[in-house]
């Protein structure tokens, strides 16, 4: 059981907006801002698209955006297209001894 | 050009040693923090630990605390990996990545297959 709970499977047409959520609890992702969200697609390394709730890395497309509210941080995705395609993943720092707990990730499906 | 550069895949037997490595390139190795995280097969990521290579100081998950060891060699820009008792549970996709100025993993290696089978 991971430490964020993500749900399974989310899924929309192109052009539409999706939101994956990512559930966690005081000790990490409400009380930190230190979320962070990866996409992975198959056979390929995770790559950081959200880092720190909400903030953007170099090359990664505005149509990604990153919130929180309470234990829940939530990742969305809008004018979705094909190659939105993938495995998502959020992690968080913790306080617990661990430093860092990633979710149990989301697959994204394009219709 | 950040890299870092994992070594290639590995199929052992149960109760067998493994270290397996990650070259990082194109910064100052000794300055940002490389942590390794597991995939296993149709399975999420796992936050295996942590090290910064700058004095190698070490934070592991409980989850694999005593199961692995992180270690560096800043000679060589290296990162490691080490089981000394390979179990078909750790049959897996292992990761090494590495933090940028926060918390979370900016860039990542390619993977290393780690296969236990007897």
């Known amino acids: 059981q991971s430490a964020l709970t993500q749900p399974a499977s989310v899924s929309g047409s192109p052009g539409q907006s999706i939101t994956i959520s990512c559930t966690g609890t005081s000790s990490d992702v409400g009380g930190y801002d230190y979320v962070s969200w990866y996409q992975q697609h198959p056979g390929k390394a995770p790559k950081l698209m959200i880092y720190?709730?909400?903030k953007r890395p170099s090359g990664v497309s505005n149509r990604f955006s990153g919130s929180k509210s309470g234990n829940t941080a939530s990742l969305t995705i809008s004018g979705l297209q094909a190659e939105d395609e993938a495995d998502y993943h959020c992690?968080?720092?913790?306080?617990?001894?661990?430093?860092?707990?990633f979710g149990g990730g989301t697959k994204l499906t394009v219709l | 050009e950040v890299q870092l550069v994992q070594s290639g895949a590995e199929v052992k037997e149960p109760g067998e040693s493994l270290k397996i490595s990650c070259k990082g390139s194109g910064y100052s190795f000794t300055s940002y923090w490389i942590g390794w995280v597991r995939q296993m097969p149709g399975k999420g990521l796992e936050w295996m630990g942590i090290?910064?290579?700058?004095?190698?100081?070490?934070t592991y998950s409980p989850s694999f605390q005593g199961q692995v060891t992180i270690s560096v060699d800043k000679s060589i820009s290296t990162a490691y990996l080490h089981w000394s008792s390979l179990k078909a549970s750790d049959t897996a996709m292992y990761y090494c990545?590495?933090?940028?100025?926060?918390?979370?993993?900016?860039?990542w290696g390619q993977g290393t297959l780690v296969t236990v089978s007897s």
């Open positions: 090290i910064y290579p700058g004095d190698s100081d070490t």
């Open positions: 992690s968080s720092y913790t306080s617990s001894n661990t430093l860092e707990v």
């Open positions: 990545a590495r933090r940028g100025y926060t918390y979370g993993f900016v860039y």
């Open positions: 720190d709730v909400s």
